[in-house]
């Protein structure tokens, strides 16, 4: 019997650490797996298809260095902006990496990195400006554009006396298209995020210029993460982790000079 019983007693510790190797490797294939990143690939220059319909763009190198260093494949994927939370809550990605501005109402369903730059919503009209559009409130009577689901609509919503000084607001998909509509005339302004639209802008300076204005309050970007687990907490600081390494050593200043002529990061 006594031997029966130690037979059964090195069974069962076999097992308990069968089972937490088990767990180990769990983790371990965690720490590796794929991160799939949820972008507005028409969002230049943080996230976009280049002329070969290859993803580019100021953030896409950040999450490419950023998972090189952590040993992890990135796969980018295009995914309904307006629907952003969505689509991270719902798995179909882990993280959101697209210029996307850090907000109280966000945070209430979004784990958060800390701000890596700050972005401006300004104002931007057609070359010469002939309706000596010079702040928020020259906008008052004028048919203007702006992204969808994008901070300037948030802004406007949720400022009464703005929205109704307006004539109408028009919005868009992505920012691209309200900039086409702008040069063709059928807005008068088009509010977008400054980086945005000052690269939109090197683009095309014989038909744009910018009101280097605010409008609204000054927002900073940050990293989105599902807040459902401690995996996904884990996500965000390993993240955060490599993005402080980064920075300490240069090479975000390196990524910003490439796409800004300047490093526009946060110290």
Same mark, same amino acid.
């Given at each position: 019997m006594?031997?029966?019983?130690? &037979?059964c007693m090195?069974l069962?510790?076999a097992? /308990?650490a ?6 180990d490797? /769990?983790k371990k ?5 794929k991160? &799939?990143?949820g972008?507005d690939d028409n969002?230049?220059p943080m996230?976009?298809k280049d002329?070969n319909n290859?993803?580019?763009?100021f ?5 490419k260095?950023?998972?090189k260093?952590?040993g992890?494949?990135v796969?980018f ?6 629907s ?7 798995g179909r990605?882990?993280?959101i ?7 109280d109402k966000?945070?209430e369903?979004?784990?958060f990195?800390?701000p890596?730059?700050?972005?401006r919503q300004?104002i931007?009209v057609a070359k010469?400006n002939?309706?000596?559009?010079k ?9 203007i554009?702006t992204?969808s @689901?994008g901070t +300037?609509?948030?802004?406007i919503e +949720?400022?009464?006396e703005?929205?109704?000084?307006l ?10 298209s ?7 005339g059928?807005?008068e302004?088009v509010?977008?995020d ?6 939109y802008?090197?683009k095309?300076?014989?038909?744009l210029e ?5 409008v609204g309050?000054v927002s900073?970007f ?5 807040k459902?687990s401690d995996k996904?907490? /884990? ?12 920075k ?5 200043a390196?990524?910003?000079?490439k796409?800004? @002529?300047?490093d526009?990061t946060?110290k």
């Amino acid at each position: 019997m006594k031997k029966f019983l130690a &037979v059964c007693m090195m069974l069962v510790l076999a097992m /308990a650490a069968l089972t937490g190797c088990g767990g180990d490797t /769990a983790k371990k294939d965690d720490a590796k797996a794929k991160v &799939v990143v949820g972008l507005d690939d028409n969002f230049p220059p943080m996230g976009f298809k280049d002329e070969n319909n290859e993803i580019v763009g100021f953030d896409i190198d950040l999450a490419k260095e950023a998972a090189k260093r952590l040993g992890r494949e990135v796969e980018f994927k295009t995914i309904d902006w307006s629907s952003k939370e969505a689509e991270l809550k719902s798995g179909r990605v882990d993280i959101i990496w697209n210029g996307l501005d850090i907000t109280d109402k966000r945070k209430e369903n979004m784990l958060f990195s800390e701000p890596y730059m700050d972005n401006r919503q300004i104002i931007f009209v057609a070359k010469g400006n002939p309706l000596a559009i010079k702040d928020e409130a020259s906008l008052a009577g004028k048919t203007i554009g702006t992204q969808s @689901a994008g901070t +300037a609509e948030g802004y406007i919503e +949720a400022t009464p006396e703005f929205k109704n000084s307006l004539k109408e607001v028009k919005t868009y998909a992505d920012y691209i298209s309200a900039f086409m509509d702008l040069e063709n005339g059928r807005i008068e302004a088009v509010v977008a995020d400054e980086i945005v639209g000052r690269y939109y802008l090197s683009k095309h300076p014989e038909q744009l210029e910018a009101v280097d204005v605010a409008v609204g309050p000054v927002s900073c970007f940050g990293i989105a993460f599902r807040k459902d687990s401690d995996k996904d907490t /884990a996500l965000r600081n390993d993240v955060q982790k490599v993005l402080d390494e980064m920075k300490a050593d240069g090479t975000i200043a390196k990524i910003s000079e490439k796409w800004f @002529a300047k490093d526009i990061t946060k110290k």
